[in-house]
């Protein structure tokens, strides 16, 4: 049983490119949320997908935009890269509301 | 805003000993609580939840504990073993579906 995959692995670009990330959930899984993990920080929820709609999202610009997919894969895009977007950026995928979140193993984004 | 806390930011431990994690929060809706391992190179992998309902939950050498008036929660590691070596999150959730992290405590076990 496959867990949550998630490409490229590392990624390197620069200031004002665009990023496309990619995730596959869990099988079974129907939902899938986004987290940036600084340096030295805990992940912070950038957005959800539910039925691919954004169900919900946290404090991040517009610049941050997502999408899901009717097998449930999702891709994260980032637009105008600042060199602060640089992070480890987890995907996680759940059952429908269910708590428990299973993570993979993330894409570590630089911007130079 | 950070609303789910952790001091700690690194905890050396013997190994065979207990290890005592320390999460605080500052948002009283929260009603579900959550600890994940974090080795090097994966994901977070969740270890432990417990309800707001509950003062108490254990699994295996595992307890997680969780004190409401003080919006305080810890985990309990006995036996330390070296496989526990890794970056310990908190997280904290109520009915909006994202997880709140705090920044981690990294456990080392000495042999």
């Known amino acids: 049983d496959a867990g949550v995959t998630q490409s490229p692995t590392h990624l390197i670009k620069t200031r004002g490119q665009q990023v496309t990330l990619r995730c596959s959930p869990k099988s079974g899984h129907d939902t899938v949320s986004w987290y940036q993990q600084a340096l030295g920080q805990g992940p912070q929820f950038i957005f959800q997908?539910?039925?691919?709609?954004?169900?919900q999202r946290g404090n991040f610009p517009d610049r941050f935009s997502g999408h899901q997919f009717p097998n449930y894969s999702s891709e994260l895009n980032v637009n105008a890269l600042l060199l602060g977007d640089s992070a480890l950026y987890l995907c996680a995928s759940s059952l429908g509301s269910a708590f428990e979140q299973f993570f993979g193993p993330g894409t570590r984004l630089t911007v130079l | 805003d950070q609303q789910v806390k952790q001091n700690s930011p690194s905890l050396s431990v013997q190994e065979g000993r207990i290890s005592i994690l320390n999460c605080d929060y500052t948002n009283s809706m929260f009603d579900y609580f959550l600890w994940y391992k974090k080795y090097p190179a994966e994901g977070p992998t969740f270890l432990i939840s417990i309800s707001s309902i509950k003062d108490k939950n254990e699994d295996g050498r595992f307890t997680v504990f969780l004190n409401k008036s003080a919006k305080h929660l810890s985990l309990h590691i006995v036996p330390s073993q070296p496989g526990d070596s890794a970056v310990y999150f908190c997280?904290?959730?109520?009915?909006?579906?994202?997880?709140?992290f705090g920044a981690g405590t990294t456990v080392t076990v000495r042999a």
């Open positions: 997280a904290a959730q109520y009915n909006d579906y994202k997880l709140s």
């Open positions: 997908y539910y039925e691919e709609e954004e169900r």
